[in-house]
């Protein structure tokens, strides 16, 4: 569908309302912070997620008859980032619920662990809607500066020092190599518009033009590290386990929905008629992804390691859908991230609820016995566990068919049995831990320490990945229509 192009700056700004509200609420929170102390930060975070919810409302009540370009052609507003922008503000509104009890009970309920997260999040509705280089490399960065901060939020932890330095050099090294790619694409087709340079290429022999298969090549090194993809996954283990697990939980959550939107942006976008040699890349990454990922978390005790390779091997799914160069696998990729990430979220939370003062509930042994203390939350963990599994009629089944139905469509049937043999190996460590939750003795008699609300919203998320599992049509529909 060709987009409507709005020339009017006023009513430009009219559709980039959320974004603008956003980053208003984000400074509006950072001096409201200087004037509460103590207990009271706990409101910084309240006001944090309303703003978030009421971003997300802004952005649903948002019409939309058609694409639009605006602000100069270089934001874009479609179903596609209508639909990634709500899940993107509902999920990181999950996560600072999650969050507050965990902070708190170890002093480091301050207000900048908002701020720079709502800035982060502004970073990615910026990305998600970007119709420019140069708007997908603004967006990618202030998402990006504001992780590495949040990395390094607890000051007197050596090991979030040493995670924030290896995420900020190796981060660096990623994004200067995005640009890198992304300068050489500009002089060969002579234009930053992701539109311009679609049609650039439309009429191209990409074969003899090495400088732009060169430009694909660092663009694809600077992507396969932002969604933490083998060989360029090497900043995630580390990264998840030095961090407070608040960090690592907004960490693994809706930044990967960005990561998707900006190779869906660049590659389905700006670089579709080139997808024939891009997506031959893909499928190096995308079988090195699952096979390193679910083979290497296997041998893991730690479980925010073992949920960080977990995150490569299902970076890997993703992309089958990406490299396919279909509507149809766009879509399923689509539905494949937004599942997770809501998975990963309840995952990332059972482990705060397990959590104590003095206690990190990050050993896979920490959930023994979780039954007998707990049966209600036990069985949410069982959920989320079985949905990574990609147990049917749970919902990760119907995100792994979908991106392998995808492959088989354009006839990568080896990839399609590559795929199934790794998720069957992947399978093992989830249900590992349904055992060790179900059937051994306990080695904490502890009560679970949550608030209320964090348990609502925990039993809420569990029973959301469930039923999207048993009635998963709504939200397919919604992706394929994204994505015609």
């Not at 701020?115 to 708007?135: D, E, K, Q």
């Amino acid at each position: 569908m060709i987009p409507f192009t709005v020339n009017d700056y006023e009513a430009s700004l009219h559709y980039a309302l959320p974004e603008i509200f956003l980053g208003l609420a984000a400074c509006a929170i950072l001096l409201l912070d200087l004037f509460v102390a103590g207990p009271n930060r706990r409101w910084t975070g309240v006001l944090a997620v309303i703003a978030l919810l009421v971003t997300a409302a802004l952005v649903i009540v948002q019409p939309l008859d058609s694409p639009v370009l605006a602000l100069g052609e270089m934001y874009q507003l479609d179903r596609m980032a209508q639909i990634l922008k709500v899940a993107v503000l509902v999920i990181v509104a999950v996560v600072f619920v999650y969050s507050i009890d965990y902070l708190r009970r170890r002093a480091l309920l301050k207000g900048e662990y908002f701020v720079l997260g709502l800035f982060a999040t502004l970073g990615m509705l910026v990305l998600i809607s970007a119709a420019s280089f140069i708007t997908l490399y603004l967006g990618l960065e202030l998402m990006s500066l504001c992780m590495y901060a949040m990395v390094a939020f607890d000051r007197d932890s050596g090991r979030s020092a040493e995670s924030a330095i290896k995420f900020f050099v190796l981060g660096s090294l990623a994004s200067g190599t995005l640009l890198y790619g992304m300068s050489i694409v500009y002089g060969m087709t002579g234009s930053l518009q992701l539109a311009a340079i679609a049609g650039a290429l439309e009429h191209q022999a990409l074969g003899d033009n090495i400088g732009l298969l060169f430009g694909i090549a660092f663009i694809i090194v600077g992507i396969g590290f932002k969604m933490g993809a083998v060989p360029f996954h090497m900043w995630i283990p580390d990264v998840y386990e030095g961090s407070p697990t608040c960090v690592t939980l907004f960490i693994g959550s809706a930044p990967e929905i960005a990561g998707f939107a900006l190779a869906i942006r660049i590659l389905a976008q700006a670089l579709g008629f080139s997808q024939p040699e891009w997506s031959q890349m893909l499928v190096v990454l995308a079988v090195l992804s699952m096979g390193i990922g679910n083979v290497v978390a296997i041998a893991q005790t730690n479980l925010k390691r073992m949920f960080a390779y977990s995150t490569i091997s299902h970076v890997g799914f993703i992309l089958l859908g990406i490299l396919s160069g279909t509507a149809l696998g766009y879509a399923a990729s689509m539905y494949y991230v937004i599942t997770y990430v809501i998975v990963a979220t309840g995952a990332f939370g059972m482990i705060l609820l397990l959590s104590r003062q003095g206690f990190e509930a990050e050993q896979i042994t920490d959930f023994k016995g979780l039954f007998s203390r707990s049966p209600w939350f036990a069985g949410m963990m069982a959920i989320f566990m079985l949905s990574f599994a990609g147990v049917p009629p749970l919902v990760g089944f119907w995100a792994k068919l979908g991106v392998i139905q995808a492959v088989v469509g354009v006839n990568y049937t080896w990839l399609a049995v590559v795929a199934v043999l790794f998720a069957v190996v992947g399978a093992y460590y989830y249900l590992r831990i349904i055992k060790l939750m179900m059937f051994d003795e306990p080695t904490d008699a502890e009560r679970l320490d949550g608030s209320a609300l964090m348990r609502i919203v925990l039993s809420g998320n569990a029973l959301l990945a469930f039923g999207l599992g048993v009635l998963p049509g709504t939200l397919i529909a919604l992706c394929q229509r994204a994505m015609q």
